[in-house]
Every structure is written in C-alpha cells, then in structure tokens.
C-alpha cells in the first residue's frame, strides 16, 4: 500500500558525514511507524533506528546512538536519517521499512524500500 524510496547514499571518508531521505507515496505516511535497518553483503539485515508516526518517540542501535539522528517530516512524506562520524563499519546497503509499530526487528515491518549503498572508506 507504501511504495518506500532511498535516496542520498554514496562514497565517504570515515569521520564524515551522509544524510539518507526515504520517499513514502501511496499511503498516508502519517499512518506507519517507520525504521532504518543496514545489511552487509552475506550478513543479517540490522536495526538502526525507529521512528514513530508523528516522530515523539525514537529507538537507536547502540553502535549508531549519539552518531546518527532518525527524523520524519510527514508534510513531506519523508523520513530522514543524519549519519556523522562515519567508520567503515557503516559500509552497508540502508533501508527504509514501514510498519504499525515502532520495532526493532526486520519482520515486525510491513513496507521496504530498495535499499541505497553506503561505503566509508579508511
């Protein structure tokens, strides 16, 4: 019923920073608690952050808490995440996910985008 679009991904040196957009259309946005998760190649998609529907409550993976900051702008349909102090440890493919509820786990959600690349080189 939610198309999920990622945008914003790239090349960047560790310390630096990368700012993640998720295009939601077809339903009200408004509607869904929303989540980014990360997944490496032959490796489990990971939680990384969770929003809820009118963004007053959010939940980070410990390894992104204080570095990366989760945010919605429903007007706009869109659902943000701010990534500073980058490692190579981050170097991962990014998702967006929509679901009823704020949650941590890639099957409590309903709706995924395509995912867009993330690498922090060395």
């Known amino acids: 019923q939610v198309q999920l679009v990622e945008s914003g991904g790239g090349l960047v040196q560790a310390g630096g920073s990368l700012r993640l957009s998720c295009a939601a259309s077809?339903?009200?946005?408004?509607?869904?608690?929303m989540g980014w998760f990360r997944q490496a190649p032959g490796k489990e998609r990971e939680f990384v952050a969770a929003?809820?529907?009118?963004?007053?409550?959010?939940y980070y993976e410990d390894s992104v808490k204080g570095r990366f900051t989760i945010s919605r702008d429903n007007a706009k349909n869109t659902l943000y995440l701010q990534m500073n102090s980058l490692t190579p440890d981050d170097t991962d493919v990014y998702y967006c996910a929509a679901g009823d509820f704020m949650a941590t786990m890639a099957r409590q959600y309903d709706y995924w985008g395509q995912g867009t690349q993330v690498t922090v080189s060395s």
């Open positions: 929003i809820s529907r009118i963004g007053g409550r959010t």
């Open positions: 077809g339903r009200a946005f408004s509607s869904y608690a």
